[in-house]
C-alpha cells in the first residue's frame, strides 16, 4: 500500500480529489503495539472508507475480495479523475495477474471464441461439434466483459462470419466478401452495448438477453437480414437445447443458450493466481442462472418428448428432388435450353416417378420447378392443361416463377414474384402464395422496393446495363402464406375430416418463423420449397435443416423439405428428422406424416423475445453514447 506523499492527492470513493499538504507522516504502528496510534478518521488497517459504504482499498478492493475488478459490481468508482482512475486499473490489473483491457492475451481468447463458434456451425467439423458453440460463446463473453479491444471482436465475427458464409461464394464472391466485413460489426455492437450498460446489473442475464437482441437483430436487419448460423442452429439437432423452442421459439433460445454460457462465465472464470473466482459477473447469479437453465432445459426436453406420439391420423406425402444444373461445369446444364426442354423434362419426371407415388395424399416439388413462368391469364391457363394432361393423381404443390400486371403503362419491370401454386389433380389452380421474405442480392436489392413504381423502373433500367440478365428484381409477395387443400364438405386428404391447411415457406423464408403464422387455427403442415443448387451442397444445406427444425418444434407442427438437390426430409413436431434423400440426387421420398396434435405458442411468441433483447441492445447503445450508466444521474462513463 503506497504512503501518501506531501501535496500529494489523497482519493476518497465517492468524494471529489483532495490534495493534503503537510509532511510525509512516518509508517503508522498497528494499533495496541508501543509506539502506536489509533487510526486516523477515514483510515483503518490500511484500507480508505466512507462511513456507510464498503471498505475498500485503492483499487476498490474489500477485505477477502482481491480478485474482484476494480469499480465494478457495486463498488465505488476508483476515481472521480479519469486520468487517475485509468491509471490506477491499469496498476491493479497488474498487480492481479489479469490480462486487462487491450492486452493480447484477451484479444487471442476472444478470437479463439469466434474461431469455435464457427467451427461449431452446422454441419460442424465433426460429429457433435455443435456442442463447441458453448465455449465459444463462453470466451466471447469473457472478452466483451473485460472490455476487450473493439478490434478484437471484430476479428471475432470475421472469422465467425467469413466461415459461415464460405458456400455462398459460388454465389456472388463480392457478396460473400460482404458478409464477415458486416457481420464483424455485430459483435463490436455487443460489445458497445455492454460497455454503456457498464455491467450495471452485474449478472449473467444482462449478456444473454444482449445476445438474444443481437442475433434477432441481425436476422431482421431491414434490407440486409442474416439469419443463418445462429448459435442455438449448431446443437438443433440434440434434443435437450431444442426443446424450450416450443414455448419461447428461436430467439427465446437464443436468449437461454446466452445465459447458460454467461452463467458458465461467471461461476469458472480464472481471476487471480489460477484460482477459480467469480469472475465481473456475480457468483450467485452465476449458479442461480446455471441451475434455472438445466432446470428449464430439462422440463422442456421431458414435455417436448411426448409430442406427436398420438396424432389424429397420418398421410402419406411425396417429396420430390429433382436435381437442376445451375453451373456451366455441372452435367447436363444447357443455357440454350427453352421453355419446350423444360416441359417435357417435367413432364418426363412424372412418368418415372408415378407408380412411386401412387397413393399419395399430396405431391410436393421444389422452388421453381414448373416449367415456365405465369405471366398473364392465358399463362395460368396453360398451366392448367399441362397438369390435367400430365395426371398426377394427387394435389401439387410447386413452386414457379410469376409476373404481375404492369403497374403504370410502359413499365419495362412489372412486378415479378416467387411463387408457390396447388393445383388439384385434374390440374385447377386451388391457390397460390408469394414470397414476402427475399434473399438480399440475390433476389432484390435492399431499398428497392421502397421506392415508387416510376422510380424502382428508372433504378432497375441503369442497373441493367452493369449487371445483365440476371438482375435482382424481384417484388415480395403480400398476404399469408396459407394455402388450403380441400374445401369443408368436399374432398379431403384420407384420415382427415376438414380441409388441410398448408403453411408454405420458400426457401429463404425458412429462416423467418413469422412467416408460418397463418390467421385463425394454427396450420396442419408446414411446408418449404427450397432451391439451394447455387450453393454446390456446401454448409448452407445444413444450416437450413438447422432452421426447418426450430419451426417444426416452434410450431408444433411437422414440416415437410422439398429441395432442387438436398436436403428433401421431413421433420416431425418434436424436431425429430425423418428419412432423407441423398443430395444431388433425382428421387421421391415418401413420408408418412401425422396430423392433429396441439399446435405449439413459439412460432408466435419467439420474435417478441428478440424484440425485448433488442430493445436492451439500444438502450445500451444509447447509454454508451451518452457516457451515462442506465439508472444513474451524474455518472460519468
Not at 355 to 379: D, I, N, Q, Y
Not at 608 to 615: I, Q, V
Request: hydrophobic share 45%.
Amino acid at each position: 500500500m503506497p504512503r501518501r506523499a506531501q501535496g500529494r492527492p489523497l482519493v476518497l470513493q465517492g468524494a471529489p480529489e483532495l490534495a493534503l499538504p503537510g509532511p510525509p507522516r512516518a509508517a503508522a504502528a498497528p494499533a495496541g503495539r508501543a509506539g502506536g496510534r489509533a487510526p486516523a478518521p477515514g483510515e483503518f488497517g490500511g484500507l480508505l472508507f466512507l462511513p456507510g459504504r464498503r471498505r475498500t482499498d485503492p483499487c476498490g478492493r474489500e477485505p477477502g475480495a482481491e480478485g474482484r475488478r476494480p469499480g465494478r459490481m457495486g463498488s465505488p468508482p476508483l476515481s472521480r479523475s479519469p486520468e487517475r482512475g485509468a491509471e490506477q486499473e491499469a496498476r491493479c490489473g497488474a498487480e492481479e495477474g489479469r490480462s486487462g483491457p487491450g492486452s493480447p492475451r484477451a484479444a487471442l481468447w476472444t478470437l479463439c471464441g469466434g474461431l469455435l463458434l464457427a467451427l461449431a456451425s452446422p454441419p460442424g467439423v465433426f460429429p457433435y461439434a455443435g456442442l463447441l458453440s458453448l465455449p465459444g460463446l463462453v470466451l466471447l463473453f469473457r472478452g466483451v466483459q473485460e472490455r476487450v479491444s473493439l478490434w478484437a471482436l471484430y476479428g471475432a465475427g470475421v472469422l465467425f462470419f467469413g466461415w459461415l458464409g464460405w458456400s455462398l461464394r459460388f454465389v456472388s464472391f463480392g457478396g460473400y466478401l460482404a458478409i464477415p466485413l458486416l457481420g464483424g460489426l455485430y459483435f463490436v455492437l455487443l460489445g458497445l452495448a455492454w460497455r454503456g450498460f457498464r455491467g450495471a446489473w452485474g449478472n449473467p442475464l444482462l449478456l444473454g438477453l444482449l445476445w438474444m437482441g443481437l442475433e434477432y437483430l441481425r436476422g431482421h436487419m431491414p434490407g440486409i437480414p442474416y439469419p443463418l448460423g445462429q448459435v442455438v442452429h449448431s446443437v438443433a439437432g440434440l434434443g435437450l437445447f431444442r426443446a424450450p423452442a416450443r414455448w419461447i421459439g428461436e430467439a427465446g433460445l437464443g436468449g437461454l443458450y446466452g445465459l447458460l454460457a454467461a452463467s458458465i462465465l461467471a461461476l469458472f472464470g480464472r481471476r487471480g493466481q489460477g484460482r477459480i473466482r467469480a469472475g465481473d459477473l456475480s457468483l450467485r447469479w452465476g449458479m442461480g442462472g446455471l441451475l434455472g437453465v438445466l432446470v428449464v432445459f430439462g422440463a422442456s426436453w421431458g414435455l417436448l418428448s411426448g409430442v406427436g406420439t398420438a396424432p389424429r391420423g397420418r398421410i402419406q406425402v411425396a417429396l420430390c428432388q429433382v436435381p437442376t444444373p445451375v453451373y456451366p461445369d455441372q452435367e447436363g446444364y444447357d443455357a440454350r435450353r427453352g421453355v419446350q426442354a423444360r416441359i417435357r423434362e417435367f413432364a418426363a419426371f412424372v412418368e418415372r416417378h408415378r407408380e412411386e407415388w401412387k397413393g399419395s395424399a399430396l405431391l410436393v416439388f421444389p422452388e421453381s420447378a414448373f416449367p415456365f413462368t405465369l405471366s398473364s391469364g392465358r399463362a395460368t391457363r396453360l398451366a392448367e392443361d399441362l397438369i390435367a394432361r400430365l395426371r398426377p393423381g394427387a394435389p401439387l404443390l410447386i413452386g414457379a416463377g410469376r409476373q404481375g400486371e404492369p403497374v403504370f403503362p410502359g413499365q419495362k419491370f412489372p412486378p415479378r414474384f416467387n411463387s408457390a401454386l396447388l393445383f388439384t389433380p385434374g390440374g385447377r389452380l386451388l391457390g397460390q402464395v408469394d414470397k414476402r421474405w427475399l434473399v438480399p442480392l440475390g433476389e432484390t436489392l435492399p431499398g428497392l422496393n421502397l421506392l415508387s413504381p416510376e422510380s424502382r423502373d428508372a433504378v432497375l433500367g441503369v442497373l441493367e446495363g452493369w449487371v445483365g440478365p440476371f438482375l435482382p428484381s424481384l417484388s415480395p409477395g403480400e398476404g399469408t402464406g396459407l394455402l388450403q387443400l380441400g374445401e369443408p364438405g368436399g374432398k379431403v386428404p384420407k384420415a382427415f375430416s376438414d380441409p388441410l391447411r398448408l403453411a408454405v415457406g420458400i426457401c429463404f423464408e425458412n429462416a423467418f418463423p413469422e412467416a408460418f403464422l397463418v390467421p385463425g387455427a394454427p396450420a396442419d403442415l408446414l411446408v418449404v420449397l427450397s432451391n439451394e443448387a447455387w450453393y454446390r451442397g456446401g454448409a448452407t444445406l445444413d444450416q437450413m435443416l438447422a432452421l426447418s427444425r426450430l419451426r417444426a418444434v416452434e410450431a408444433g407442427r411437422p414440416l415437410l423439405r422439398s429441395t432442387v438437390d438436398g436436403w428433401t426430409t421431413w421433420f416431425r413436431a418434436s424436431g425429430a428428422m425423418g428419412a432423407k434423400l441423398p443430395p444431388g440426387k433425382e428421387g421421391v421420398l415418401l413420408a408418412q406424416v401425422p396430423l392433429g396434435g396441439d399446435a405449439a405458442p413459439g412460432l408466435a411468441w419467439g420474435p417478441w423475445f428478440g424484440r425485448f433483447g433488442l430493445g436492451l441492445l439500444v438502450l445500451g447503445w444509447i447509454a454508451f453514447v451518452c457516457g451515462r450508466k442506465p439508472g444513474e444521474g451524474g455518472v460519468s462513463s
